[in-house]
């Protein structure tokens, strides 16, 4: 058994006995004190077998088969049968173990462990027998009656060897003191020192773990793990705790030690202590605040102290420890206040500031018990209101009283405060006074008078039209009697019918009452009679003269003209106004022939009372509207509504994207706006820039969106329109540069009103934002298409026909010149230089000297030649042809066709 197979065992069986004393109770003691007393292992190629050396139970097993599958902590699971994947270090990394009851046979298999005990005080065995391979054969185990008997049923082989488990020496394991390292250095060096050292013939293994570091450490480097010394690198700001195991032959120990990473040093900087301001005067009794807060660190202000240095005698002491003091509450006189400010690392700095208050002239407050007042029972109650008294530094209490000359009594409430309640008064004269106290304790008194009268009844006063004239057909006769009045209250209305055709009347005991029926022409009385609490009454009568009159053709009102400026493109025309002495059936809206034809009429409204109508442009537009009676008399007035430009209309902008109104939310409405105005940001001094949207329509055209806005310039009591070239300047380059920094791509951005001059030699189309160039004018398409420059009209036809001419005749020329240059080089390559010639010696033509004639050359003549210094270059060349032959057979190179016309 190799030493990882030894170590696994031995956590097996510890655990085993663990889960065997806790499953039976009885067992507790005998597992906890006999699995200590085993300490000698032996290995076989076969089997192994446990005894204990002072009669300690007997386990006999089989040769156990550790499993080395690897597996991924938390990952999928690829353990067999009661298997699981436990880990071996920090990591996910680890390996396939039997759960716990369950034991590894020889075949690999994790089986159940199954455990049979009995307890007894005097004596203890354990045995085991094992079970063949085959399964045939069986173990039991039996023991007498003063033992205990444990059953493991295990796989084992045919030969078993018996072992004594050796006992584990604890190693004294020591990291070091636990350090503290400071930045910029980031790399520690780390020593196990191990006590008993080891033997000649021994040999400590050290593993070295990082059990906890803080976030940001995974890029951090170590070396050394399995060595004594470790050495950790790139370390960052936080805590590392450390773990070295010293394993050595029946030896195992380990230690902890903790890094501390802190931040580097720092050079700190005294604070500067700032009071605003430094000097001020206060005119008592307001109050005034030190403003220290400007106070400055290179780090952080920790605390601040005010202190007052100097001050009048009888005033108290003012401190403070935040970074504002308040002063209230001031004497006249002259104060010195104190700030001493202190940063994180306990440096301090001090400043002083003066502060004079000023006295102020305190006056004497008026008092003001308001108006005398006249009751008359049975009301015996009233209010007195002094809230009306004034003082220039505040009435500071309130104190009613009444006089003393008068037996009257009275229950008074709120005899401090400025109002006072009087009730369950008498019949009489009262009089009260009010004294007011200011701040200063100065003081002013007023009297009021209150005059409680007997009581008084007046019987009610019934009140109608009196006469009314009312033209048929009307429905019903309204009887209107709410103007009548009682001092104390009318209880009870009465209406009756005196005279004329009878009608139904309904409602007869309230102060409206209606008269329905029949109603002709004719003349009607009623009488209303009203009833106070005290049984009084009053009445009146109410005479109606109901008449038929012919019916007259109505009045119709259309409500005037009207004006709106765009980018308001709606707008509702009233004409409700319209009158008819019945009713008005119908009502028509007709547009006249001069107004213009834009603008749709929404919700059928042309033949309702008010016509709505939308997607106005600026112009004129004119409405008839005509009304009709029951009868069919009708009558028209017409109103004329005025569109007047937006006066902002030249600072909007058109953006374009390539998407359609469907899939366009608020959502992205919201974000383009405010991608838009931090695109326009330049600085916090020249305020915000906001974007607001106008309109989002969809161009039928393209089916792209297009969204209609302009841009305001925020500041803090104000905002200004941005102009709007000035926007298409700023926002044209970087859509261009990056059309897909929005959500859906930018296809073009413009302004809405065309601005472009066209150089001074055309004009901007409103719709295609083109430029129609005026005649003998045309447009520069380098800048406009290779550029992307705006539409112009720079160019002159005049000019673009010349310099096309002089471009196509220099081309001409060039190309002629070019030609020439060309064919006089390629002659003066085929022509090689002149050769000069010399008469030749008569020879006898019936002689053929072999040195004369050759049979492709002509032989040099061996006389002197003449150089080019000598002969002139326009010197011919003398050829004598005597038809002989000169010794060359075939033309000699280099002479052209004139040369050999010549010498024939």
């Known amino acids: 058994m190799t030493e990882r197979n030894y170590s696994l065992f031995k956590f097996n069986l510890w655990k085993s006995a663990v889960h065997v004393c806790f499953q039976n109770s009885a067992l507790l003691l005998l597992a906890c004190f006999l699995l200590p007393a085993v300490h000698t292992w032996k290995n076989d190629a076969t089997t192994e077998k446990i005894v204990s050396t002072s009669k300690v139970p ?20 690829i353990c067999g049968t009661n298997e699981e994947c436990k880990a071996i270090d920090k990591t996910k990394n680890g390996h396939c173990e039997c759960k716990t009851g369950f034991q590894r046979n020889s075949d690999n298999v994790c089986n159940e462990l199954h455990v049979t005990s009995a307890f007894s005080s005097t004596s203890s065995t354990v045995s085991t027998t094992g079970t063949s391979n085959s399964g045939n054969n069986s173990g039991t185990s039996t023991t007498s009656k003063n033992s205990s008997a444990v059953t493991i049923p295990v796989t084992t082989t045919t030969t078993t060897t018996t072992t004594k488990a050796p006992a584990i020496q604890q190693l004294t394991v020591s990291a070091g003191k636990n350090k503290i390292l400071r930045l910029p250095q980031k790399e520690v060096q780390l020593s196990a020192f191990v006590v008993p050292v080891a033997e000649k013939d021994e040999e400590y293994h050290y593993k070295w773990s990082v059990i906890h570091f803080p976030e940001g450490a995974e890029k951090g480097s170590m070396s050394g793990p399995d060595s004594p010394t470790f050495t950790l690198k790139d370390l960052v700001l936080g805590l590392y705790t450390l773990k070295v195991d010293v394993i050595g032959k029946n030896k195992a120990g380990e230690a902890a030690v903790n890094i501390t990473v802190i931040p580097p040093k720092r050079t700190n900087k005294p604070p500067v202590a700032i009071i605003k301001p430094t000097s001020l005067k206060v005119k008592l009794p307001k109050s005034a605040i030190l403003d220290g807060s400007e106070s400055t660190d290179d780090v952080k202000i920790v605390k601040y102290k005010w202190e007052e240095i100097s001050g009048p005698i009888n005033d108290r002491p003012i401190e403070g420890n935040k970074s504002m003091l308040k002063l209230n509450q001031l004497e006249p ?24 208050a000023i006295k102020e002239t305190d006056y004497k407050p008026t008092a003001n018990a308001g108006s005398d007042i006249v009751i008359n029972l049975p009301q015996n109650y009233v209010t007195l209101y002094g809230n009306a008294s004034t003082d220039d530094k505040g009435i500071k209490s309130y104190e009613w009283t009444k006089a003393p000359d008068g037996q009257l009594a009275a229950d008074m409430m709120g005899v401090r405060t400025p109002f006072l309640n009087l009730s369950n008064l008498e019949e009489g004269n009262y009089k009260f006074t009010l004294k007011v106290t200011d701040t200063g304790g100065q003081t002013a008194t007023a009297d009021v008078h209150v005059f409680v009268k007997p009581e008084v009844n007046h019987p009610p006063k019934a009140s109608t039209a009196g006469e009314l004239t009312v033209s048929l057909p009307v429905p019903s006769l309204v009887l209107d009697g709410h103007n009548s009045t009682d001092d104390k209250g009318i209880v009870k209305y009465l209406w009756e019918q005196v005279s004329g055709p009878k009608l139904t009347l309904s409602n007869t005991d309230r102060n409206i009452a209606t008269a329905t029926g029949d109603i002709k022409v004719g003349i009607y009385v009623f009488k209303l009679t009203v009833y106070d ?35 308001q493109n709606m707008v509702s025309v009233d004409g409700s106004r319209s009158k008819d002495d019945h009713k008005i059936v119908r009502y028509q809206w007709t547009r006249e ?54 006066h902002n209309q030249i600072n909007q902008m058109v953006l374009e994207l390539d998407t359609d109104l469907s899939h366009f939310t608020q959502k992205s409405l919201t974000n383009m706006e405010s991608q838009l105005a931090l695109l326009l940001h330049k600085s916090s001094s020249e305020g915000d820039s906001v974007i607001k949207t106008q309109k989002i329509f969809e161009d039928p055209s393209s089916g792209h969106l297009k969204m209609v806005f302009y841009a305001l310039t925020v500041m803090k009591d104000s905002q200004n329109f941005k102009r ?3 926007v298409l300047h700023n926002l044209r380059p970087k859509l261009y540069s990056q059309p897909d920094i929005f959500e859906y791509p930018v296809v073009s951005i413009d302004t809405l009103v065309c601005q472009n001059n066209c150089s001074g030699h055309g004009r901007c189309d409103q719709h295609t934002k083109q430029c129609m160039c005026e005649a003998f004018w045309m447009q520069d398409f380098i800048r406009t298409k290779l550029l992307h420059g705006e539409n112009n009209c720079d160019w002159s036809i ?13 081309t001409a020329g060039i190309s002629w010149a070019i030609c020439c240059c060309w064919k006089k080089r390629r002659c003066r390559w085929r022509t090689k230089k002149r050769s000069k010639y010399s008469l030749l010696p008569q020879i006898d033509a019936g002689k053929d000297s072999p040195d004369v004639y050759s049979k492709t050359r002509l032989k040099a003549f061996s006389g002197p030649l003449h150089t080019d210094s000598v002969i002139s270059s326009e010197e011919d060349t ?24 010549q010498m024939k």
């Open 333 to 356: 006189g002259e104060y010195q206040f104190k700030l001493t400010v202190i940063d994180s690392d306990g440096a301090t700095n001090s400043t002083t500031a003066n502060v004079t």
């Open 58 to 77: 007997e386990i006999t097993t089989s040769s156990v088969t550790i499993s080395t599958i690897v597996c991924d902590v938390g990952g999928k699971n």
């Open 798 to 810: 005049l000019y673009v026909v010349i310099v096309c001419f002089l471009i196509v005749v220099g």
């Open 533 to 567: 609490m005290q049984g009084q009454t009053g009445s009146t009568t109410l005479k109606i003269t109901v008449k038929q009159n012919e019916n007259k053709p109505p009045v119709a009102d259309a409500g005037g003209d009207k004006v709106i400026i765009l980018p």
């Open 724 to 726: 709007g070239i000035d």
């Open 593 to 646: 022939p001069d107004s213009l034809a834009a603008g749709d009429v929404a919700n059928n409204s042309n033949h309702q009372a008010v016509l709505q109508l939308v997607n106005l442009i600026a112009g004129r537009y004119i409405f008839s509207l005509q009304v009709f009676d029951a009868e069919g008399l009708s009558s028209s007035d017409s109103a004329s509504i005025i569109v007047k430009k937006n």
């Open 878 to 901: 003398l050829f004598i042809n005597h038809k002989k032959p000169n010794g060359q057979i075939r033309p000699k190179n280099g002479l052209t066709q004139h040369t050999r016309n």
